[in-house]
């Protein structure tokens, strides 16, 4: 799960580019699978910052994103939250930017900026007219270089407060708002660093101190630990000039520690009761998986599109148009950097109980495992790739996203292709091996219902409630 | 907080001024890093030039108007047929719900496809189709590979013009929309969005009215058809055609593709029976027990959307609550810290849609969110002067901005539909900036004095009213009345 500083709106837009896979100098009229491409330039320099830089001339802006290789599970237990806490203080000023001078160079001149951390990564972005380029190269160097020259313990408590509200306005006053934490804490072991929600608790948000944030900074906020991408219409030559300028400086940081993250499997189901501010029941069946450096990933996000969506989809089929049983069912693998896992989430109409809609989603996910999918299947699962990829190649800021996640993770910008081409090459087989392989008892079932009606939950009598 | 020096710095910035260390003789000089002096900031390069995208205009065979843009860097195409008018003229009075259905019913089967056939072919296009019917306009849309395109407008036009609307799905949308409903219930930002419009307009305006459970129960298929066969009429709608193609070549593939859909339909007048009568200022508390923010909208009716003061109010707007910067948020999150966010915004349309400030309060803090609201607003209407750098970030802000919007065909066609909505000139952007340049301090005070109105200002919050109406009461800012969630008053 991701969590933005500024506003919602951002994410749509982030989800949107991190799906969307093709190219800008391709021929108009002819795309082929060779076509698919994202023209850059990397480099690094000699501090350790990663570089990327890709030319777009068509619209006279630029997008600058910055991906710092932490997030939520480099926290430890007790201090959850606070790599995105983190996040906001980093848009308190730094040591020659006032508060304040930020938003006016970005939002101010026509632009935006915003921030967004995950369990894997802190992404810190904007988007300008072209001809502020270098004054977001000197805003984001010198809270890179010089954060804590102005940092005290008044601009944490501010933060925190607003992120306590954040916490409140996504999660605790949101119907189903505090579904993905519970399930973090129930796929995850207590010591594992997927298993507290990037949110973090209300407990250990207050218990942060600024000897925490310091430490924090200086640790993973290095060039090191740093990819900056730029993407749009600049030049390149004054480009690489403005960030030897700005960035160049900047002392390396000490070797960046990695978590130890072990896989998880669960041995026997998990069956759990959670009572909502909620109107309507639902019901959330999830497996652990892979994340992004496990190939199976591409067959399990297939699988997501095939069984459901469209009406032709089996779990949304039998579900929602021939029972009729349910008001909506998705399904979608959710892939982080070292985990995974496939979600079935199902909202019943009234007078259907959740214990037989998941005996229904059971059956159709049987025969999947059983029969696998026919080819046909597959390709209306992947037709939408070229036009997700082609769309994601309007905005500067989606394709900066990608490059920076392939540098980022794969230690390839041009990992986008990799992705598109294995996306595509996934056969009946593969997805029928991985529903095989992940698809097991071994999942949690949550049930979410309203306050008082424990009763509602799918096999209620064996299902533990949770707070 | 640190707020005392960012203005003067800002000012630099907007301004553009030389520097010694820019350019790539900064990367060959040795040590230019070590003379970087980073107080300064740095100089902003030639304002880049607005390039508005063109497009051509025409008139179909069935008289609906087609306008096409040229983009051809990818390999794109945003099609659109956009319908003058929407729920707000076209949906029956106690039937709130049946334009949704209507357009939802297109992809439900043709004389030729059922509604499966229909999926598995524009899944193996791999895009889809899209209709919705909003307030005063609505659309049926899609974008495509350029190679995709005329076989996805094929589709459209089955959808569009061969519906034959099979009574199970309807009951099936009936009941997945009433589970819609019921879940919005609990949804506190849902409830406040249906009972603001309902204090404002009341129920015998459409802009006070949205679907009830009651009216979704009370849609009969006969009306859903009878919208369908009434609303979708070219007479009162353009084609928009944005990307990899050419007017020329375009042409004949929408003319040949759409030639089942016949002539007919007029575009509606937008007569609006009056607003009623403004009420004083009054609190309506809607209780949500153990809540952890209260929900706040406060506002009044605005101006349509061709008032001449449109380009004051954007301005006005931009300094109040229109950016992350502006006074509301600036205030109510970054230095209060009793948000998450606030903002505020006029929703212009062709009759007096509303001016709405609001945000998410952390419940202990209610009493005191609200009287920082009242602040502001007081503040916006003269008591706290708009300064010239206040003025300078927003005019800046609105006019740069521009670009951006036509980075991607959806936005090019959003844009140009958007002016074809509203009836505004083709040379609308180009003008843009002019108008707002023009906007001066004092228009920014007279508007603000003429549209917020405090001593009727509705101010709606959706809340845990154990904790939050003893503390909502003290403040004095107006009487409380209390509402259930569908914003009927509790006795």
Known sequence: MTTQTRSFTWLALLLLACGALADAQAPAAVTTKSAINIPFEAYTLPNGLNVVLSTDRTTPTVAVNIWYHVGSKNELPGRTGFAHLFEHVMFTGSGHVPYGVHDK???????????????????????????????????????????????????????????????????DNQPYGRVFEILSNNIYPATHPYHWDVIGSMEDLSAASEEDVKNFFRLYYAPNNAFLTIVGDFDTAQAKAWVQNYFGDIPRGKPVPRPNVAPVTLQTPKRLTFEDQVQVPRLYVVWPTVGEKNDDRFA????????????????????????????????????????????????????????????????????????????????????????????????????????????????????????????????????????NKYLTSGRVVLSVVPAGKADQASKPAESQSVK | MNRRAFAVLCLLALSPQPSALTGPQALLAQGAAQALDRTKTPPVGKTPELRVPTW???????????????????????????????ADQFEPAGRRGVAGLAAAMLSEGTKTRDGEALSNALQLLGTNVSATVGGESGSISFVATTSKFPATLDILADMMTNSTFPA????????????????????????AGRVFPRVLYGDSHPYGRSATEESIKAITRDEVVAFHQTFFKPGRAVVTVVGDITPAAVRPVVEKGLAAWTAGGTKPDFSYPPVPALKPATIYLIDKAGAAQSTFA??????????????????????????????????????????????????????????RAGGDIVSEKSDAGLTEFMKELRGILGARPV??????????????????????????????????????????????????????????????????DLDHLAIVIVGDKANIEGPLKATGVAPIALLDIDGNLVK
């Open chain 2, 168 to 191: 199970p799905a309807l009951e099936r949308l009936r009941a997945n929309r009433l589970v819609a409903l019921q879940q919005a219930k609990a949804q506190p930002g849902a409830i």
């Open chain 2, 298 to 355: 406060l506002g009044l009716p605005g101006p349509p959307r061709n008032t001449p003061d449109y380009y004051a109010l954007q301005v006005m707007n931009t300094i109040l609550g229109g950016m992350f910067q502006s006074r509301l948020n600036a205030n109510i999150r970054e230095e209060k810290g009793y948000s998450y966010g606030v903002s505020s915004q006029f929703n212009f349309g062709k009759g007096p849609g509303p001016f």
């Open chain 1, 105 to 171: 160079l970005t939002e101010g001149v026509g632009g935006s900026n915003n921030g967004s951390t995950s369990n894997d990564i802190t992404n810190y972005y904007e988007t300008i007219p072209s001809n502020y380029l270098e004054s977001a190269l000197w805003i984001e160097s010198d809270r890179m270089g010089f954060l804590l020259d102005t940092l005290d313990i008044a601009k944490l408590n501010a933060q925190r407060e607003i992120v306590k509200n954040e916490r409140r306005q996504r999660m």
């Open chain 1, 300 to 435: 399990l996000a297939v699988l997501g599109s095939i069984l459901a969506g469209p009406r032709t989809a089996p779990l949304t089929k039998a579900l929602v148009f021939d029972t009729q049983a349910a008001a909506s069912v998705s399904a979608d693998q959710n892939t982080n950097e070292d985990v995974g896992e496939f979600f079935v989430t199902i909202t019943p109409r009234p007078d259907h109980s959740l214990t037989d809609l998941e005996a229904a989603a059971d059956a159709v996910i049987q025969k999947m495992k059983a029969d696998g999918p026919t080819l046909e299947q597959v390709q209306k699962a992947t037709a939408g790739e070229e036009l997700s990829f082609v769309r994601g190649l309007e905005s500067n800021l989606g394709k900066a996203f990608q490059l920076a996640n392939g540098a980022a993770i794969h230690a390839d910008p041009g990992y986008f292709r990799t992705e598109y081409q294995k996306t595509l090459a996934v056969t009946p087989a593969d997805v029928k091996r991985v529903a």
């Open chain 2, 387 to 452: 300064t010239a750098e206040e003025l300078q970030i927003a005019k800046e802000a609105l006019v740069q901005r521009l670009p951006g919007t036509f980075a991607s065909v959806g936005a090019i066609n959003g844009a140009v539909t958007g002016l074809w909505i509203q009836g505004l000139p083709d040379t609308y952007y180009q003008q843009y900036s002019k108008a707002i340049s023009a906007v001066t301090a004092d228009d920014v005070v007279r508007v603000a004095k003429k549209y917020i």
């Open chain 2, 56 to 86: 051509t205009k025409s008139t179909l065979a069935n008289g609906a108007e087609l306008i096409v843009s040229e983009k051809h860097d990818l390999p794109l195409v945003a099609f659109s047929i956009t319908f003058l008018g929407g």
